[in-house]
Antibody
Framework: QVQLVQSGAEVKEPGASVNVSCKAW????????IHWVRQAPGQGLEWMGW????????NFAQNFRGRVTLTRDTAISAAYMVMSRLRSDDTAMYFC?????????????WGPGSLVTVSS | EVVLTQSPGTLSLSPGERATLSCRAS???????LAWYQQRPGQAPKLLIY???SRATGVSDRYRASGSGTDFTLTISRLEPEDFAVYYC????????FGGGTKVEI
């Protein structure tokens, strides 16, 4: 049974960094890209980027280039999203999701989300 | 980058009625393929439809989707209480984008 388990809620001060983890269960981790999507309170979905777990190659939405790092640890089937220089408008729920088929962008399994609150 | 416009923004319907949701793209969608997601309050999005018209595993056949090029439609027949949610469309492609969503409310 495919499952993505994310790390818990975080509260950070402006300017800090946050690390969100996403551990995959029930499938071959290296076989599917992992995407990150965020959702600010009351807003829609905003795609951030993806990582190819097999190669480590990443791709980002323009808004997140230079401020977000995506990594993975294939030994434990986990993906990580690090966002630096946090601002108050980064307060959001952060989801990881598995891509169903390479380069389609279709996300068939989602983690429950990790709430990141940025506040002084 | 493809821009997706979903309409209406909010659809107010009663259980048992039919919902028709529209998704219009600013340019032809790659391979004519689109996905739809449902998001209930406090939950992660859930894949409903992929490849424009294929239902994801376990999705009720009350959900039907169609379209090509720039115009796509999701229809939910005989609304049930669990269908009241927000729905997002998303075109195929290596860089992901989502429509703004349609809220189906009671």
């Amino acid at each position: 049974q495919v499952q993505l388990v994310q790390s818990g809620a975080e509260v950070k001060e402006p300017g800090a960094s946050v690390n969100v983890s996403c551990k995959a269960w029930g499938y071959t981790f290296s076989g599917h890209y992992i995407h990150w999507v965020r959702q600010a309170p009351g807003q829609g979905l905003e795609w951030m980027g993806w990582i190819n777990p097999r190669s480590g190659v990443t791709n980002f939405a323009q808004n997140f280039r230079g401020r977000v790092t995506l990594t993975r640890d294939t030994a434990i089937s986990a993906a990580y999203m690090v966002m630096s220089r946090l601002r108050s408008d980064d307060t959001a729920m952060y989801f990881c999701a598995r891509e169903m088929e390479t380069m389609t962008g279709t996300l068939d399994y989602w983690g429950p989300g990790s709430l990141v609150t940025v506040s002084s | 980058e493809v821009v997706l416009t979903q309409s209406p923004g909010t659809l107010s319907l009663s259980p048992g009625e039919r919902a028709t949701l529209s998704c219009r793209a600013s340019q032809s969608v790659y391979n004519n393929h689109l996905a739809w997601y449902q998001q209930r309050p406090g939950q992660a999005p859930k894949l409903l439809i992929y490849g424009t018209s294929s239902r994801a595993t376990g999705v009720s056949d009350r959900y039907r989707a169609s379209g090509s090029g720039t115009d796509f439609t999701l229809t939910i027949s005989r609304l049930e209480p669990e269908d009241f949610a927000v729905y997002y469309c998303q075109p195929y492609g290596s860089s992901v984008t989502f429509g703004g969503g349609t809220k189906v409310e009671i």
